[in-house]
């Protein structure tokens, strides 16, 4: 496995699934949050990671489920991503190496949050703070505080508003452990243009397989 992560997130169809994974995703993630506009239910989440399956890792995208939600996810998925206001007690109950643990960032204060997470060396995935939805948006996070929570734990995902068009920038300038793109790569919720996640992939794979 390369050490490097490639998420493409909020997947609804197998076949779009399947195709990504080809293109070099190394992770793809499914919501199971209804209030999302990606949400997919667990038949779905069954099928695409099958479809997937010794490609890319699947991983369901969750906020702030019950325990048994998850165990049941677990079951059928590889990763689950916490999304929402999830305390390290109730993640703690989980096996570390199929969690990735997301924030979203607004100040100094959400990077302390990220801490007891940090001393567990959990997968930590930073979002853009919004009040309006847990993901999903299109907004960016803070160049300086991203920076400030790598210098904190190398093994950090960036995400919020990553495009073919900045994603260069950004990993020059962060140099993340891996990325994270959802609705900039997007047709509408849930269906990706193919064009645009090619070139994604390629821009990222090229910065992380290069001398960076």
């Avoid at 991203?146 to 020059?172: C, D, F, I, W, Y």
């Amino acid at each position: 496995m390369k050490d490097y992560i490639i998420k493409i997130c909020g997947l609804t169809n197998k076949e779009q699934a399947k195709k990504i994974a080809f293109l070099g995703a190394t992770h793809i993630g499914m919501v199971y949050f209804d209030k999302s506009p990606r949400h997919v239910d667990m038949e779905k989440i069954k099928d695409i990671t099958k479809e997937i399956e010794g490609i890319s890792k699947s991983v369901a995208v969750v906020v702030n489920p019950s325990e048994e939600t998850v165990w049941k996810l677990l079951d059928i998925v590889d990763v689950i991503q916490f999304h929402g206001e999830e305390s390290i007690e109730f993640v703690a109950k989980f096996p570390e190496e199929k969690v990735i643990k997301a924030f979203r960032i607004k100040n100094e204060k959400d990077v302390n949050r990220i801490k007891p997470f940090v001393e567990k060396n959990y997968l930590i995935l930073i979002d853009a703070y919004s009040e309006k939805a847990y993901g999903g948006t299109g907004k960016q996070v803070n160049p300086e505080l991203a920076k400030k929570v790598l210098q904190m734990h190398r093994r950090t995902v960036l995400s919020g508003g990553l495009s073919p068009e900045n994603v260069e920038k950004l990993l020059r300038q962060i140099k993340p452990y891996g990325v994270d793109a959802s609705s900039k790569l997007e047709i509408k919720p849930g269906v990706k243009d193919l064009k645009k996640v090619k070139e994604f992939i390629e821009r990222v794979k090229r910065f992380y397989e290069s001398d960076s």
